[in-house]
């Protein structure tokens, strides 16, 4: 039998239990072995009875004097109820509706029961106990030790798969084990048998230790192969070397009525530094809203075009991509650069020797594009169209990048004769440990300074006792003249993984025109709210979001998805509903919004009877102002899962939870770069190289 057999050749496996197992993934007996467990019990503290405290959780051996079911008929449920001796003092146990337990065990007999130890009828008792029947042979499995608790799935109990598993564990000298030896007597990593055998069933915390980190060593010492080889080919192809033409530079920026932060000539100097090299750049230039991301992206084009190579800016919604275009033409218009404008619905562009907008035809704009009359376009998804082929594509940007998939920068790719270099901006924060993993195949520059005007924005966590004092705050704001922002969270949802972009649309929609009707027709009916959701035509989104800003209406209610990025100076309330539902960087982001005038702002998080846990979580947001902190919060309270959407990542569980872990990271990097110095095409290591080349494939990070 071999370790890639069908699980179904493993004892104890029968048909049915074959179809639940597949509920977990687990087809082969690698899988089975491969599925870790969530968290362990801990039942290693073996007591005499008479040594057990009220409220601890131990294991107690001893003799069955009786066991009987009962019924509580009014309850309906039957009551398995045991005495049990250690020849000293006795301890009951009982369970409940497993009426079957007494053809398992019986009076006489030597038995482990393990839980936590209660008092009940004057008698010490132990309420649905783990049990073992007990072998002086064989080691214990669900009792007296370290338990593994495994994810689970109807009809199939962490007790079932725990035996299973007990089945499968001498297929684990079977496992390959892929790291060299130096490297794991360097780290003092465990061989992959004994790895598997210790994080199902360690003797102790260390072993549980021991076997977590062979592992998740290995996956993070995988990732770094993938990324450093990513970044190698990536150096191996040509792109266009633009000379930074830095008098043209200095001639925009002295028309600007400011000058730009260190952070943002740091990062413009770094992009510079980038394009003149012959390969491609794949920079993410990173920092909170209203940073001034764009302004860098905006010279970055502009010093592309006059090195005679086109730009293509990309932004994930057709509102930000209008504002971003109209930008361009504030800041480039005087500087001889023709500006293009190509979204589903819109189409503008820039003429500069007349100076003057217009609307042409979507044919006529993709003939410019082709034929390189249009030396930076701005747009959506529709820049990648099939039509659309930049003559000479020299600089991508993707605004709020990671909502771009891999394909998609392929196809902009596609179109173009040459490798163009990669400008990524985003406001998500990230956390530096995924910066060495996730992100580690880019470059990252940091815009960590905001330009001088910017006020300090007032958060507050509101009770829901409070919520009217808030709301006749919000209209003495109103009153003078400022503007709100309401953000709503999704209707929460069970099977959310499970919904369509449709289905999930949707909710989130209902949402918005919920408050919405609350809001103006409850709450303030005198005053103009307004509603912003993705369901709505993009001509009907402009409209809405140019008569907010000509403060056409008081309250804009919306999604959270086509909130990103806009800009209303005049906007000093940022309401978050549903607070408890956001992630704190992802709220940092809409309090963004708002604090951009001369005005105070403010960001209210409403949240309805949350746990102790997620108001202490809120409260984080009331002092914390910086993104990046706000971000490492995140990922210790939440997990990595936020960043990458959870199950999406092809990522296994364990090695998530390593993202967090700076140094083991720090370890695999170095590890791998010295690997793949000695032997840079792995020859040695084919079976790291098979690894890699199968992680490719399914990992990915967007
Ligand atoms: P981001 O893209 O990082 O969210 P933007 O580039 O949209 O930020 O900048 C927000 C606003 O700040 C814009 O109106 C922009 O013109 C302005 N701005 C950019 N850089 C500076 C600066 N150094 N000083 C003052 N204002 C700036
Ligand atoms: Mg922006």
């Known amino acids: 039998m071999n370790i890639s057999d069908p699980i179904q050749n493993l004892k104890g496996v029968n048909s049915k239990i074959t179809k639940q197992l597949e509920h977990l993934n687990v087809r082969t007996i690698r899988d089975l072995l491969f599925n870790f467990p969530r968290r362990y019990d801990d039942f290693s503290v073996i007591t005499k009875i008479k040594n057990a405290k009220i409220g601890e959780t131990c294991t107690i051996s001893g003799i069955i004097l009786s066991i009987e079911n009962t019924r509580a008929f009014r309850k309906r449920m039957t ?6 001796s250690d020849g000293e003092r ?4 009982i369970w409940y509706n497993q009426p079957f337990l007494i053809k398992n065990i019986h009076k006489d007999q030597a038995i482990n029961i393990a839980g936590k130890v209660g008092f009940q009828q004057k008698s010490l008792v132990m309420q649905n106990p783990a049990y073992e029947v007990f072998n002086f042979e064989k080691d214990t499995t669900h009792t007296g030790r370290l338990v593994p608790v495994y994810a689970e799935t109807r009809g199939i109990t962490s007790r079932w798969i725990r035996l299973l598993v007990k089945n499968a564990l001498p297929f684990s000298s079977q496992v390959e084990d892929i790291l060299p030896k130096e490297i794991k007597e360097k780290r003092r990593l465990i061989n992959a048998k004994e790895a598997i055998e ?23 010492f995988l990732i770094q192969l993938v990324i450093l080889n990513a970044k190698k080919q990536l150096e191996s192809l040509g792109a266009p070397a633009i000379k930074p033409d830095i008098e043209f530079t200095k001639k925009i920026l002295k028309t600007l009525p400011f000058e730009l932060t260190d952070a943002q000539k740091k990062a413009l ?29 905006l010279l970055s084009a502009a ?14 919604t057709e509102i930000l991509a209008i504002q971003h275009f109209y930008e361009a033409v504030k800041v480039l218009g005087d500087f001889n650069l023709n500006i293009a404008l190509l979204t589903a619905s819109a189409q503008k562009v820039y003429e500069p020797e007349l100076k003057e907008i217009y609307s042409p035809k979507k044919n006529e704009i993709i003939k410019m594009i082709n034929s390189k009359k249009a030396d930076i376009v701005i747009g959506t998804h529709s820049l990648i169209q ?9 600089l991508v940007i993707l605004d709020e990048q990671h909502r771009f998939g891999v394909d998609q920068r392929a196809a902009l790719i596609r179109g173009s004769a040459s490798v163009p270099h990669l400008l990524s901006m985003t406001a998500t924060p990230i956390p530096r440990t995924l910066a060495m993993t996730a992100y ?3 470059d990252i520059s940091l815009i960590d300074e905001m330009p001088k005007n910017r006020k300090k924005i007032i958060t507050k966590v509101v009770p829901s006792e409070k919520r009217k004092d808030a709301y006749a705050f919000i209209e003495s704001e109103v009153k003078k003249d400022r503007q709100v922002f309401v953000v709503c969270p999704k209707i929460e949802n069970k099977d959310d993984a499970d919904l369509t972009d449709r289905q999930f649309n949707t909710q989130e929609i209902k949402a918005v025109k919920d408050e919405y009707e609350k809001l103006s027709k409850k709450i303030f009916p005198h005053l103009r709210v307004a509603m912003l959701h993705g369901k709505m035509k993009p001509k009907e989104k402009e409209k809405i979001m140019k008569e907010f800003k000509g403060k056409e209406h008081d309250i804009l209610v919306s999604t959270s998805v086509v909130e990103v990025g806009v800009d209303v100076p005049n906007a000093t309330i940022m309401m978050i509903e549903g607070a408890e539902r956001f992630g704190l960087a992802q709220m940092h982001q809409f309090r963004g919004r708002v604090g951009r005038g001369e005005h105070q702002s403010y960001c209210f998080l409403f949240s309805e009877s949350p746990s102790e846990v997620s108001l202490e979580r809120l409260k984080i947001m009331e002092k914390c102002e910086s993104g990046f902190e706000l ?27 390593a993202l967090i872990n700076p140094r083991l990271i720090s370890e695999a990097q170095e590890d791998a770069k010295e690997i793949l110095e000695k032997d840079p095409s792995l020859s040695k290591y084919p079976k790291i190289f098979d690894r890699i080349s199968k992680m490719r494939k399914e990992v990915h990070f967007e």
């Open 79 to 84: 009551i398995t109820s045991a005495t049990i």
């Open 631 to 657: 971000a490492e919060y995140d990922l210790k309270l939440r997990g990595p899962g936020d960043f990458f959407g959870k199950n999406q990542s092809g990522i296994p569980d364990i090695a998530m939870e």
């Open 440 to 442: 580690g195949d880019l």
């Open 303 to 316: 010093n592309a075009a006059k090195n005679g190579w086109q730009s293509a800016f990309m932004a994930p």
């Open 269 to 297: 100097w770094q992009v510079f530094k980038d394009v003149e090299k012959g390969y491609p750049m794949n920079r993410l230039v990173e920092g909170d809203v209203g940073s001034g991301k764009t302004l860098v992206a």
């Open 198 to 220: 210790k994080i199902h069933f360690p003797k102790n915390r260390s072993e549980q230790a021991e076997a977590k980190k062979r592992i998740s060593y290995e996956e993070l």
């Open 386 to 394: 099939d039509k659309v082929g930049f003559k000479k594509l020299g």
């Open 90 to 93: 006795t301890i009951k146990a």
